[in-house]
């Protein structure tokens, strides 16, 4: 066991003075369902015998590893959904409530938050791209877009190599959608030239501001970015994405923090492209109004 890293020992601590109040039986469900053995050997210096249940699974893990990581996640999202079930029927209600949300702050604390019965890392549900992105799943009458994005969302803590493939995957499938979508051929080519492709039938190239409009060169600046975003996640996947062979020997150093990065830059990139692509839809390029200044419109 390594006795510091991702969850913090104020964290652990909290939650096992939390399940002191439940029954060992499922004390034990909740650990061995999330795939958390038990050093029954491990002689914790603790009072009861549900704290030392507790310690003895804690004692099986790494604490600076993912996959541990994920896993006693796994079982403090259990433990938190399983007590906002009985609130409602709990004698001490306040009370339960108190203690869950103590333990929800730990977890916060720790750079992780609870949204929607599930614990995510807070590099996702803090980002408004990715709360953006979800709000895009909406729009998107396609199940494989959705199923993309969900998994993007879900996997930057679990799976960073698959938030990284799936991030350039989402990429590439919304700019193809916006091209069929506008009776252009996608074509087979790379991320950054199906990026510049689809920057170019939306107007969106560099070329397509003028140099009359207000702060243009610096709006010419982040559109150029857009190309180097799609680039650089291309790049990323290659190196650690999944959705190609590796050599058993390649290094997987890949963090979450460097999953949500990734995730982060394709959410605003796939977000900005289809929210201009709706826009288009009702308000075409042609009939975009004339500026009141004299300069020509912003595009």
């Not at 039938?201 to 799609?230: H, Y």
């Amino acid at each position: 066991m390594v006795d510091s890293g991702l969850i913090s020992k104020k964290t652990r601590n909290r939650f096992r003075e939390f399940l002191v109040g439940w029954i060992k039986h499922d004390i034990k469900m909740i650990f061995e369902e999330a795939g958390i053995q038990c050093d029954t050997k491990h002689q914790p210096q603790y009072k009861g015998e549900r704290r030392c249940l507790v310690e003895q699974h804690y004692h099986t893990l790494d604490f600076t590893n993912q996959s541990d990581i994920r896993k006693l996640l796994n079982a403090y999202q259990e433990v938190i959904v399983r007590s906002e079930k009985i609130i409602p029927s709990d004698s001490n209600q306040d009370k339960t409530k108190s203690d869950v949300q103590e333990l929800l702050t730990c977890l916060k604390d720790d750079g992780f938050d609870y949204r929607d019965g599930k614990l995510v890392s807070s590099l996702i549900s803090g980002n408004p791209a990715m709360n953006g992105i979800r709000n895009l799943a909406g729009t998107i009458d396609s199940h494989y877009l959705n199923q993309q994005i969900n998994r993007m969302v879900t996997s930057v803590q679990e799976d960073p190599d698959l938030a990284i493939g799936t991030a350039k995957e989402l990429v590439e499938s919304v700019c193809k959608t916006i091209l069929e979508e506008r009776g252009e051929d996608p074509g087979k080519d790379d991320l950054l030239k199906l990026v510049r492709n689809t920057c170019k039938s939306l107007a969106l190239l560099p070329d397509d501001v003028s140099n009359a409009k207000k702060g243009s060169e610096t709006i010419k600046k982040i559109l150029s970015s857009l190309a180097q975003i799609s680039q650089g996640i291309a790049e990323l996947r290659n190196y650690y994405g999944t959705g190609h062979g590796m050599s058993a020997k390649a290094n997987r150093g890949i963090q979450p923090r460097h999953a949500g990065l990734a995730t982060g830059a394709a959410a605003t990139l796939v977000s900005f492209l289809f929210e201009t692509y709706l826009e288009r839809k009702t308000k075409p390029i042609s009939n975009l109004p004339e500026a009141t200044d004299g300069s020509e419109p912003l595009k």
